[in-house]
């Protein structure tokens, strides 16, 4: 039964799954074509912030919690649930008729040394005991969650976001093309010389190594990334790099997700969902158990380099890039029969040039690999002028590829990050402005999609 259809196409003839709020009020799910929305950034007032949503004819709150992962090998995971400012903002969204999405995610603590230049989405306990440990508080985080959900009217509760490693549970033939990468000692050998030839436009960057406090030169960086990486990769599929490791763990992880899952279901009635990172969406198995296919879209665009902006030139290869993304999800989920709707869980790009290359970077550096070899060129992301029509063109894209599909799939988009003031740009570089004086072009590309 796909509980995300019967809760959005038959709201109707299920009203009685609305529940009771403190104090009386029933809570109710609203039925909507389309979900558009985003998550704020420490917004003074609420109303403030609503306000800015309604003006611009955006209807939906991404509410996100995140429990804390110590080391990424380890069932180090701490949460308090249940944060009563989250459940404020859950709670006055749902009286100003705004539909709320509420996303569960784990912050893996770059403060710790084997944790650096890995992220979230590579946690993975190294032993059986130490991931049915791991899945218990897992579970008990998300069922204290899942509770709040259900008595304040969450619309969908999303369970889970982009635990690359966790959650990948379909079989495979071999190893991964990461774990290959980064246990390939050749392939580790030409990414030492390639950033080394780069040394010197790295090095004189204030900002190439910023975010990272132990790290202060391209050796460093070099010597401490790679080991990290290598020692995951040896975790995942085990020193013979065969795929019976890979596959055995990946059944284990399988039959977790199906209890979290189905204990979840006891608890709350509205559509689960989980949110898998773009590159990873086609390794879960575990979407016929789930109610909508969240996608967090930082799907990159293009690989051509600019020497400075030009539409023209550069929106036919945003349209292009989406169209091969759309194409690959709607692939997959014919493949699998997943009549799933899919949300953008996330998208987002920063208001700088270049956004679109890579959409999840937004500091440190990278080196953008084009056509050819010539084009190989270090980009500093903090160091990229700001350019708020690229992102715009690439949204622009998102709905022109999407209205060609046959069937469309895309139910909602949650932008990363809206805010109703403009201050926060300073230190937030994906914010879009939705106060009244904004003149942000992304801003009309979102609002499109819903007329």
Known sequence: MNHFAVTLTALTALTAL?????????????????????????????????????????????????????????????FEAGKPWLVDEIRAAKRRGLSVALVLRVHLD???????????GMIVPKTDSLLRSWFTKYTR?????????EAEGVDVLFFAS???ALASTRPADHVPQLEEYFLNDQKQQERRENIEAQRQM?????????????IDDVENYLDTRIRNEQEWARTVVGDAQDASVLNRRREQLQGHWGELTGALRGVYSGPLGYAANFDQFHDVGFWPQVDVMGINAYFPLRNQLFDAFNAEALYPLLLDGWRQALHQLDAF???????????????????RRRSTLKPWEHEGFSVIYGDSDDQRRVVVWQDQPRELRERALAIRALRQAHGELETPFLRGILYWKLSSHDYHEADEPYVIHIGKSSRDPALAELRAFVG
């Not at 770059?110 to 979230?120: G, I, K, M, P, S």
């Not at 790295?202 to 190439?208: A, K, L, M, N, W």
């Not at 997943?338 to 998208?347: M, N």
Request: proline share 3%; hydrophobic share 35%; aromatic share 12%.
């Open 141 to 149: 985080y998300c069922l204290e969650w899942a509770r709040i959900a």
């Open 110 to 120: 770059d403060e710790l040394e084997r944790n650096a230049f890995l992220w979230h």
């Open 333 to 351: 989920r014919a493949a699998n029969g997943l009549g799933l709707p899919v949300i953008f869980t996330e998208l987002g790009y920063t208001w």
């Open 162 to 164: 982009e635990m690359n």
């Open 202 to 214: 790295i090095e004189e960057s204030e900002t190439s190594f910023a975010a990272k406090k132990r």
């Open 18 to 78: 609305s529940c009771s709020a403190p104090g009386g009020d029933p809570a109710q799910r609203a039925e909507r074509d389309f979900y558009l929305g985003g998550i704020q950034i420490h917004e003074e007032s609420l109303d403030g912030w609503f306000d800015g949503l309604e003006q611009h004819g955006l209807n939906t709150v991404h509410i996100t919690d995140y429990a804390v992962q110590g080391e990424w090998d380890s069932d180090d995971l701490r």
